[in-house]
């Protein structure tokens, strides 16, 4: 570990983040523990003798540790929680300014609103809330008013604020948890677009300028491209995946290639070769320098979320290495990636994406090597087999590192995503390079970009077909309930004890011993925890909510 410094700062910063969300430590005691424990630090090393040196680094580990805590405690030290007595304020009255504007869709446009004041019949609310505003109205109506919005508007808006959907069954998703992340305390909706009044057209230009870029794009994806594949690349290209059907991401989940409708290192790799290849005239220097700009610009119109942020730093950390006479080290990149989302915000711990993301780098790092080494010992005359089998070998490292979180968030076990992702990840890159070059010769020569458009529509059918046979409810999946935090915890001391085997023992059938005796052991232990939601050979009755309406579970 000696040559990563920073993964051992980042895994127990970590830590302190993942302690202080479960113990709820007041940041007071916190402050006291860290200022002693860093006394105590430098106390300890002054005395450069070995005992003192070991308290002393054992201390750090800990300040770090309870550093961790205090940041995480420190950034939600204010509350994000539904702040009105009324879960639904009818025909409410907001005065506020738009802060992010959504892309369109169809019917309907979405905005986030901070509030000045909030007024309904019964009472005033002075203050600043944050609100997530949907105004629904025929196409052309809303589409005048999209082209009116402006971030930074100063506005009135007419509608009915609600509180947003909890976790009201055993496994449902937390709506109301995922907005308060994003500092989201409501819902306002309204079914006129004249409910919208704009009182001042002030904008803030950095931002409304990245809106106006991806608008831009989006209606010349829109006009270039059918309703299928504009939904496709506005996901890909934008970050957006809301025009995408929820049929058609079902299969993407079923087929295990869900993460090709997200915007993630994979993309981001394809456009640094899109910019190497096109700045490919230019010194050195300069093509680098105009790469790290591109792909800066990129990263601020996808909107920086993690997966993007994470690729980005790594990519331009591969960029300066040499320039800087230093040697890249992709765990080091990494880590440093981790921990500057994390000082922006720590609650991305816990976001999906940034967990899907880094556990499919992180065991891509690890086992990819191995895998290589393997394949090279196999000494094949053949390049196209060799390339087959690390592909393979690194597509299944990416999907060993992420199955926790995939079973966690989608209970379903795949069991077609290597032979889905050996054609779905290409094909991806294809339909997004095209996306691009269909983009920018539709904005100069219009037709040009039909003809290239048409040809992207024609992958893009071909992939949601694959797709589609691929993540058929017949065997393209099994379900996976009761996958829990433990269960992950298991998965992964054993998947370290797998690793740690391996490379320790020398012997091919002690190798394949000790390995299903380790994942036998994984299975048994992972059962430990397992329950029935309602009880064998007792009658129970289980009251569900589905919203408007009653609705029972009898066994």
Not at 488 to 517: D, Q, R
Request: charge should be positive; aromatic fraction near 12%.
């Amino acid at each position: 570990m000696s040559n990563y410094p920073l993964i051992r700062f980042v895994i127990i910063f970590v830590a302190g983040i993942i302690v202080q969300s479960v113990a709820h430590i007041q940041i007071f005691y916190l402050f006291i523990i860290l200022v002693t424990l860093i006394c105590f630090t430098i106390i300890m090393l002054l005395f450069k003798k070995k005992n003192y040196e070991i308290a002393g680094n054992i201390s750090l580990l800990l300040a770090i540790v309870v550093f961790g805590s205090a940041y995480y405690s420190a950034f939600n030290q204010i509350e994000i929680k539904y702040p009105f007595e009324k879960p639904k304020l009818s025909n409410a009255h907001l005065f506020g300014q738009i802060a992010n504007i959504e892309l369109k869709k169809e019917g309907r446009i979405s905005f986030s609103l901070i509030t000045d004041s909030l007024v309904t019949k019964e009472k005033k609310y002075p203050g600043s809330y944050k609100l997530l505003c949907s105004i629904y109205d025929d196409d052309i109506s809303i589409e005048k008013l999209f082209n009116r919005l402006s971030i930074g508007n100063k506005i009135y808006l007419e509608g009915t604020v609600q509180k947003p959907r909890d976790e009201r069954n055993p496994g449902e998703y937390d709506y109301e948890k995922y907005l308060s992340s994003k500092g989201i305390v409501a819902l306002v909706n309204s079914y006129k677009a004249e409910n919208l009044k704009i009182v001042s057209n002030n904008s803030d230009y950095l931002p409304n300028l990245v809106f106006q870029i991806r608008k831009k794009i989006d209606v010349k994806i829109n006009e270039l491209h059918n309703k299928t594949t504009a939904g496709l690349l506005r996901g890909l290209i934008l970050a957006d995946r809301k025009s995408i059907d929820h049929e058609v991401k079902n299969e993407f989940v079923n087929a295990g290639v869900v993460h090709i409708l997200s915007v993630s290192g994979l993309h981001v790799g394809y456009i640094v070769l899109i910019f190497i290849f096109t700045f490919g005239r230019f010194s050195i220097t300069t093509r680098y320098v105009l790469t790290v700009i591109g792909l800066l610009i990129y990263m601020i119109i996808t909107g920086a979320d993690a997966p993007i942020f994470r690729s980005t730093v790594m990519v331009l950390i591969t960029l300066a290495a040499p320039a800087l006479g230093r040697e890249y080290n992709s765990l080091n990149a990494l880590s440093l990636s981790a921990f500057v989302i994390l000082l922006i915000d720590p609650n991305e711990l816990f976001n999906p994406s940034f967990q899907l993301s880094f556990s499919a780098i992180l065991s891509l790092v690890l086992i990819y090597p191995p895998v290589n080494n393997a394949v090279n010992k196999l000494n094949l005359n053949s390049k196209s087999l060799r390339w087959l089998l690390l592909f393979l070998g690194s597509s299944l490292a990416a999907q060993i590192g992420t199955l926790p979180f995939t079973l966690t968030y989608f209970h379903r076990l795949s069991v077609t995503a290597l032979l889905a992702n050996f054609v779905v990840i290409p094909l991806s890159g294809m339909i997004v390079g095209l996306g691009i070059l269909t983009i920018i010769a539709g904005s100069i020569i219009n037709w040009i970009g039909f003809v290239f458009g048409a040809s992207n529509e024609l992958l893009t059918y071909f992939m949601y077909w694959f797709v589609g046979l691929m993540g058929s409810a017949k065997y393209s999946y099994i379900i996976i309930n009761q996958f829990s935090t433990y269960d992950a915890v298991v998965f992964y001391l054993t998947l370290v004890l797998i690793f740690y085997l391996f490379k320790k023992l020398f012997n091919p059938l002690a190798k394949v011993v000790s390995i299903s005796l380790s994942v036998i052991l994984m299975v048994l232990f992972m059962k430990l925890d397992n329950y029935e939601l309602t009880p064998k050979n007792v009658l129970s009755v289980i009251a569900v909510d589905v919203g408007q309406g009653d609705a029972f579970l009898l066994k």
